[in-house]
């Protein structure tokens, strides 16, 4: 049985992205809208991002992960390195990101390479981790096949009963990576689905007469 979800639809109308107003980089222009994003103190998990990989057979996979910093050099998420998305950039390691932030309309999309974190870098962020978190990371052989939910239950309790008063390890298997970006896309919702989407690729041609090291175009909704 279908479901029909024509009526499914909204009119976008808080705001506008024009070019001339636009930033020259586009780090800059991220950071602008995540800014404006955390002002309103919402109460949702605004670092939240879709990674999209390319396993093994070539399909496309996307799942959300959690942006847990980011500069000029990149953007940065942490996992297991084992798991389904690990291995995927670890033979393919060209990924997108995309940011979806329906209370102010609007979306980013960033092409890039992802590359491990050192392991300093890694250690750092794990520190700083909630303890069943950590706990968690030793749990998990993520995306692996298990027998039963009783199976990652006992292995908490045992992983529990090895670190207890002790500190916890960051585990080899777990730590970071950092998306360095190729591309970024902005956009906008506008009404009538005519949606303001500028695109930043970098200026390959800096003696052409566009100096800058990024070039915007505004792209078709």
Not at 24 to 35: G, H, I
Not at 61 to 85: A, E, H, I, P
Not at 110 to 136: M, T
Not at 185 to 199: C, K
Request: aromatic fraction near 12%; charged fraction near 30%; hydrophobic fraction near 35%.
């Amino acid at each position: 049985m279908s479901q029909n979800l024509y009526n499914y639809r909204k009119s976008y109308q808080k705001g506008a992205l024009r070019k001339q107003e636009a930033a020259a980089d586009p780090f800059d222009q991220f950071t602008l809208w995540f800014d404006a994003l955390k002002a309103l103190e919402l109460d949702v998990e605004i670092n939240a991002m879709h990674c999209t990989t390319l396993d093994a057979e070539g399909f496309p996979r996307t799942r959300v992960v959690l942006l847990k910093s980011f500069d000029r050099q990149g953007f940065q998420f942490f996992t297991n390195y084992s798991s389904q998305k690990g291995q995927d950039i670890a033979r393919h390691p060209k990924v997108s990101l995309s940011f979806f932030w329906p209370d102010i309309e609007r979306q980013v999309h960033i092409k890039g390479i992802a590359e491990r974190l050192s392991s300093e870098e890694s250690n750092a962020y794990f520190a700083v981790r909630p303890r069943g978190s950590q706990i968690g990371a030793h749990v998990s052989d993520q995306s692996s096949v298990i027998e039963s939910r009783a199976y990652l239950e006992q292995r908490l309790v045992d992983i529990e009963a090895q670190y207890e008063d002790r500190e916890i390890p960051r585990p080899d298997h777990w730590g970071g990576f950092r998306v360095i970006p190729d591309q970024y896309e902005f956009w906008q919702g506008r009404e009538n689905r005519l949606h303001d989407r500028l695109r930043y690729r970098p200026n390959t041609e800096p003696e052409t007469t566009q100096s800058a090291s990024w070039i915007i175009e505004r792209l078709a909704p």
